[in-house]
């Protein structure tokens, strides 16, 4: 499916890092470098969301040490692995700004993008409905990241009635699960990444000032 425009994808994190900076990759002589940031939720467990960050922001903020509590304005980025270690999709945050401050933790995410699946509407072993979506967020350049999105209840059946084609705009977080991989001789113990959707809303409600 041909996309065209760029869509609205922007997140806020604010948690504390797991792990200090490790080099990632350089691209045009820049320098990367990520770590996992941890972010509570209300319940008390913690997602723990990669974060990609250059060289020229992490000095700026005096680098960053394990336990050190930092802001992260980005937008979430997906990357298909092809090396055939651990999860083929790799969801990361690319930040833009990094602020070192206290506060609450804070994991909010505002995206439009396109429905570009069928929606998948199945129910929990204890009779909750979800909706599982792949969302095509378009970037520059003519790029877009494909991120797979989840919601729940009376927004699942919502969702779920939906049309490839369609254009969503909401208001989410970026969260992360573990499984167990069975490599047929053993099983390995994963991270995988969705967007869980709070809800719905107008595209006004995802102009620059939301965030």
């Not at 940031?37 to 319940?43: C, D, K, N, Y």
């Not at 970026?174 to 499984?179: K, N």
Request: proline share 4%; with cysteine; aromatic share 6%.
């Amino acid at each position: 499916m041909k996309q065209t425009g760029t869509d609205v994808n922007r997140m806020v994190l604010h948690g504390r890092v797991a792990q200090p900076p490790a080099l990632s990759h350089c691209n045009h002589e820049v320098e990367f470098f990520t770590f996992p940031l941890a972010v509570s939720r209300l319940s008390g467990v913690a997602d723990q969301v990669n974060v990609v960050a250059s060289r020229a922001l992490l000095e700026g903020c005096g680098w960053l040490e394990r336990g050190e509590e930092v802001t992260v304005h980005g937008e979430v980025r997906t990357f298909n692995n092809r090396s055939g270690v651990g999860s083929r999709l790799i969801i990361s945050v690319f930040a833009k700004e990094l602020l070192l401050e206290q506060g609450e933790d804070e994991n909010r995410l505002l995206l439009s993008g396109t429905l570009c699946k069928p929606p998948s509407l199945r129910s929990t072993p204890l009779g909750r409905t979800i909706c599982d979506m792949i969302l095509a967020v378009n970037r520059r350049y003519g790029r877009a990241d494909y991120l797979p999105c989840i919601t729940w209840g009376s927004l699942a059946h919502q969702c779920g009635g939906m049309e490839v084609g369609s254009t969503l705009y909401f208001e989410g977080r970026l969260q992360s699960r573990t499984y167990t991989k069975n490599l047929g001789d053993r099983t390995e113990e994963r991270v995988a990444f969705e967007v869980s959707v709070m809800n719905l809303a107008a595209r006004e409600a995802l102009e620059p000032a939301a965030l």
